[in-house]
Structure formats: structure tokens, C-alpha cells
């Protein structure tokens, strides 16, 4: 079984086992066509950093990437085309993620198992990437686990930080846990909840929303410093031109 990418990024899949462990390829088998709409978000949020550092990548003064939630290994395989860092280091919680990762990525990219919310996990690199499966502004609040990472990434001040915000579906549900984060008419659609979360993340931290694709089901966001002069981006809404994710 192989997954072919944006009809370009390809990698051998073995079967999920039968186990208690299921992750992130058991989604995309199941859901090729959300878990392709998703990536391709992360390719065009993730060529928006690549053009913006264009310069700066081709001299060399961005080389390192970290990604806490390593999945299927698609942000990779990106990461890899559009920056060509140096350093390159991958982690994921789940053993059975680990052992596609090592089977999958090129020899340069270290990947090994680690809870992305365990303090000795996070350290600097230019670029770090975020794919949370769960990320809402709920759980983005301080004294949660994922805005403590957030909390923690930021702190280190990489060139670029990616996010993925998942409240699209059940927007209309959590009128009373996000209008206290967010004010009032914040869930009236997905659009002004996108806009209002990445303004309290750039308040909250010092950097600029630069640009963010999203479907009906995530958001990826890219965020750059404040002082690199970039301007508040926009939310493109992805549509599909053709499948982004085929499983043969
Ligand atoms: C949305 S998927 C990431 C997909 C990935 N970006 C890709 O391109 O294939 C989320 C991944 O996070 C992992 N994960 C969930 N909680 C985690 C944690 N606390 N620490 C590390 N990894 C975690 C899951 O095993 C899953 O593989």
C-alpha cells in the first residue's frame, strides 16, 4: 500500500495493526480525503514561510526544523522541499508512528518517540511546526498543556511557528467556552474565530499571523516575529482541485 501526496510526495504504508494504539494513519485510511485537504493546507501554509525566508534560507541562516507531532511523516516530506534544514528532528508519542517515521523519512531527518508535552521534549530550531490534533483557544490557554507548549516554542523565538486549530466542526457548540477567550460573536463563523485566535496569539506573543489555509475541518497558521515587519495574512479557504491524499 503506498499514499501519493499533492500528487507528489510518496511513501510505502504498512496496515495499522489490530491494537488499542490507533494514530494518525488509521485517520487518513479511513478519511483520505480530510487527512489530503489537511496537508494540502500545511504545503501552502508551509510555502508561505519558504517564500517569505526565500532569502534567508538560500543563504543558509535558517537550517533547523522541529515537528512535535510527527504523524505519517507529510510535514516532513515538506519541511524537507521547502526549507532543506540541516537539522532536521521529528518526534511523536505513538511507537507505531515512530517506527513509519524511521521506516519513511530520509536518512538525515532523527526521529525518535516523545509526549510533545513533557517539558524535556521542546528546543530551539528556526522553524518549528505544531500539528496538534486537538488545538482550540480553549485548550490554547496557559495553564493547559498545549498553550504551555505554545508558551514554551514561542519563548524560544524560532523565525516560524506553525499551528493547527481543529475547532472548525463544533464551532456552534462552544459559544460558552470560547466567547470568554475570544468576546462575544466569536463562533458566528469559523472565519471570525480564526481571525480573533490568531490576534490573541500575536498579542499573547510578539508574532505576526503571516498566512493560513483552511477547510471546513483544520486550520494550519503560520507565524512569523513582529519584527521582521510582516503583515496580519489572510485565511485562504482551501478548495480541492483534485484529491490531495490517494491511497493505492
Ligand atoms: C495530526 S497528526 C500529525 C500529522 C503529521 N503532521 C503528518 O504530516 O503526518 C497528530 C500526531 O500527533 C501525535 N500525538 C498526539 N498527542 C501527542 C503528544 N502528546 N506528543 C507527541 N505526539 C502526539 C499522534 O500520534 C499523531 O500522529
Not at 510518496?10 to 487518513?28: A, K
Not at 459559544?175 to 499573547?204: A, I, N, V, W
Amino acid at each position: 500500500m503506498k499514499a501519493t501526496i499533492l500528487n507528489e510526495f510518496e511513501m510505502g504504508l504498512v496496515e495499522p495493526q489490530d491494537t488499542d494504539e490507533t494514530w494518525f494513519l488509521d485517520w487518513v485510511l479511513r478519511s483520505p480525503k480530510h487527512a489530503g485537504d489537511h496537508l494540502a493546507c500545511s504545503y501552502k501554509t508551509f510555502g508561505a514561510i519558504a517564500s517569505f525566508y526565500e532569502e534567508e534560507i538560500l543563504l543558509g541562516n535558517i537550517t533547523s526544523v522541529k515537528e512535535y507531532f510527527g504523524g505519517m511523516g507529510a510535514h516532513a516530506l515538506f519541511a524537507q522541499e521547502l526549507f532543506q534544514p540541516t537539522d532536521h528532528a521529528v518526534t511523536d508519542y505513538s511507537a507505531a508512528a515512530v517506527e513509519h517515521l524511521q521506516r519513511v523519512l530520509p536518512g538525515n531527518v532523527r526521529v525518535w518517540q516523545a509526549d510533545a508535552y513533557d517539558s524535556e521534549t521542546p528546543w530551539m530550531a528556526d522553524i518549528a511546526i505544531l500539528d496538534f490534533g486537538d488545538l482550540t483557544v480553549f485548550k490554547a490557554q496557559q495553564d493547559q498543556p498545549r498553550g504551555k507548549l505554545l508558551d514554551t516554542v514561542f519563548g524560544m523565538h524560532p523565525n516560524a511557528v506553525t499551528i493547527t486549530d481543529i475547532a472548525a466542526r463544533y464551532l456552534h457548540l462552544q459559544k460558552r467556552s470560547y466567547e470568554p477567550l475570544l468576546g462575544e460573536g466569536c463562533c458566528e463563523s469559523y472565519e471570525e474565530y480564526l481571525e480573533r485566535f490568531s490576534r490573541l496569539l500575536e498579542d499573547r506573543y510578539g508574532y505576526v499571523m503571516l498566512q493560513a489555509n483552511y477547510t471546513r475541518w483544520s486550520t494550519v497558521m503560520a507565524f512569523v516575529p513582529q519584527d521582521t515587519g510582516a503583515a496580519h495574512g489572510e485565511f485562504h479557504k482551501y478548495v480541492s482541485p483534485l484529491p490531495a491524499l490517494v491511497i493505492s
